[in-house]
């Protein structure tokens, strides 16, 4: 099938990653806080997803097409391009994980939790929208590619729900409101795949597809190693999060060899 013929498949398969962050917001709806040993796991095998394909497809098939220097540049501009967005959200404002999302005390704390809780949602949105352009120029090229990375992201944007749904639902008590908002912070995703569709495809050759999987693969290091992997190992599972990456990596790696 080429590319053209992937365009619906890949927008399918962005707006379900995509979603997910929707399904962190229904957990919330049934757990005070997530099983961190779950977390640990499951993040460490998207982590391992994400830097195995990276380096052992997307990284080597950008290199077939364009050579090796311009697959590198690509590479860099990729994690520069997501390492900029990361500098332009305040860190307090951007967390990676559950510390301190407890119910407020006082109107006061109500407040700055509600806005704190805005801004966390907008940060999301910001970082899922090159994410989406990742799994979208993925897909296009390689549907089982794209599967995998959304597979991969989805699992990533699980707790990123949780994390924007639960402060406004101790802020708010709304559980609806809680949701709506953690779920606009994921349709980032899919609306970052039809922007990159819409402005890429007339200009779409072999030669700028090949630079985007390296770009995507810039995109997906960054995210593994600042976002995936420091939040599995804050919650103290270290050897669990090792386990989840290496177990994400044997599972693409079979993966790869048998399709």
Do not use: C, W
């Not at 005070?32 to 380096?55: E, N």
């Not at 699992?155 to 606009?184: C, D, Q, W």
């Amino acid at each position: 099938m080429d590319a053209p013929g992937n365009v619906g498949i890949a927008l399918g398969l962005t707006l379900l990653a995509g979603l997910s962050t929707g399904i962190g917001s229904t957990i919330a709806y049934f757990i005070r806080r997530p099983k961190v040993v779950y977390l640990s796991f499951s993040l460490g095998l998207s982590a391992g997803v994400m830097v195995y394909v990276s380096f052992m497809e997307l990284l080597p098939s950008a290199s077939r097409r364009v050579g090796e220097p311009l697959s590198v540049l690509f590479f860099f501009i990729g994690i520069a391009f997501i390492g900029i967005v990361d500098l332009l959200v305040p860190e307090v404002e951007n967390p990676h994980n559950f510390e301190g999302l407890e119910a407020p005390k006082d109107p006061d704390q109500t407040h700055a939790l509600m806005r704190t809780s805005v801004m966390t949602a907008l940060a999301i949105g910001i970082h899922n929208f090159p994410e989406g352009l990742a799994t979208f120029a993925s897909a296009l090229n390689d549907v089982r590619l794209g599967l995998f990375i959304a597979i991969a992201l989805a699992i990533h944007n699980i707790p990123e729900g949780i994390a924007v749904s639960m402060p406004i639902l101790y802020a708010t008590g709304n559980r609806n409101k809680a949701f709506v908002y953690s779920f606009l912070s994921g349709i980032s995703e899919p609306v970052g795949a039809l922007i990159g569709f819409l402005l890429l495809m007339p200009f779409l050759t072999p030669t700028l597809l090949a630079g985007i999987l390296a770009f995507v693969a810039g995109i997906m290091i960054y995210v593994s190693l600042d976002e995936l992997l420091p939040m599995a190992h804050s919650y103290g599972h270290g050897h669990l999060v090792i386990s989840g990456v290496v177990l994400g990596m044997l599972v693409m790696a079979i993966s790869l060899l048998m399709l």
